[in-house]
């Protein structure tokens, strides 16, 4: 009876130990995840409502972001940049949609940021694939936000405002 008696409290010892390791665990799990998550911006802070530059779009994105792309690219093709024109260029409808017009006008961007870098003597980070991301955001806050050629040209005050509510000054 005895060794009967010692077993179970043996037995009864472990499954407290292991019921004390479990809630151990739990209590470390929600600590650890409520500091992670305190540490990192909340979604809504992520959320790059005026930050566009932060994002990569592609052809199906829409939304505000696209916007600016289409604004800024219109400045780009129309305001005079000389040194290696862009090549069948059209103006964009500023539609918020990136469709294949877009699309192309981004290409169109992306090569002559490679034209003008080797004209410049350097070696372009932006690869001409049609898609906006954080190289191709560099080129279009570039020359149609932080310096524009000619601040009087047809569609300045547009590619500005465009480049504030995208964010270019992140870059």
Known sequence: MRRTQQRSGGYIQIVLIALAVIVIGA???VFLSRNHSA???SSSAS???GQ???QTFTSGSGGHCVSDIQTLVNYMEHSGLTECPFTGGATLVVSGSYDTATASQIRSVQGWSDCYAKQEG?????IVTGDVDKA???????YSYAD???TSASGASAAIAAGKDA???AL
């Open 52 to 54: 566009c530059v932060g």
């Open 39 to 41: 540490a990192k911006p």
């Open 148 to 150: 524009p050629l000619h």
């Open 167 to 169: 964010d270019c000054a």
């Open 122 to 126: 350097f070696t372009s980070n932006v």
């Open 136 to 142: 191709t955001w560099g080129e279009l806050c570039a």
């Open 47 to 49: 959320t790059l409502s």
């Open 27 to 29: 209590v470390l799990v």
